[in-house]
């Protein structure tokens, strides 16, 4: 949650540069430090579990839960479950 909020508080120029110079794509020094040394987007070697949650409906027969790419990430799981059956989702960057 605390990057979220981070997220919602930041200029958003500053966003936008996070990624791109910690990638070496854009110079900014400002850009480097946040996206190099609070988000971990230059590392690359990182490995989340995400849950969408618990959702119970008879509506909805099964569903999936792609997880959100993110440079910072090598390896990451989404997890939803929908009327009690679990479905898990992986993304993994080599």
Known sequence: MT???CYAQMNPGLLD???ISALGGFQSKAGTFVGGGMFGFGLGGGHSITNLGKLENNTID???FI???ST???KILGVLTVNGQMVICS???R
Do not use: N
Request: aromatic share 0%; glycine share 0%.
């Open 62 to 64: 099964s569903a999936i």
């Open 91 to 93: 993304s993994e960057r």
């Open 17 to 19: 540069a996070a990624a």
């Open 72 to 74: 910072a990430i090598k």
């Open 3 to 5: 990057v979220l909020v």
């Open 67 to 69: 997880p959100p790419a």
